[in-house]
């Protein structure tokens, strides 16, 4: 009988929480939040409407996005 406890596969959604990758995440996040800010402006600006997600939702979603493709490969 096979005991799957002991290798079992980790969910999907669980990351590696080590600190080389809060490290990447963090850098992708503060570039992600720069450019961000910059577009969610430029657009409240040009359309008069404001985007479904701020600048700091938008930039969360991309570093979430972003850093677990760094350590797919």
Not at 12 to 37: H, K, M
Not at 38 to 56: D, E
Request: glycine residues 6%.
């Amino acid at each position: 009988m096979a005991d799957y406890t002991v290798n079992a596969p980790r969910p999907r959604n669980e990351r590696a929480q080590n600190w080389e990758y809060r490290l990447y995440f963090s850098v992708i996040f503060v570039l992600a939040l720069a450019t961000g800010l910059l577009t969610w402006s430029w657009r409240v600006v040009t359309t008069g409407k404001l985007p479904r997600l701020g600048p700091v939702g938008r930039a969360l979603a991309d570093a979430h996005v972003i850093a677990p493709i760094i350590f797919r490969s």
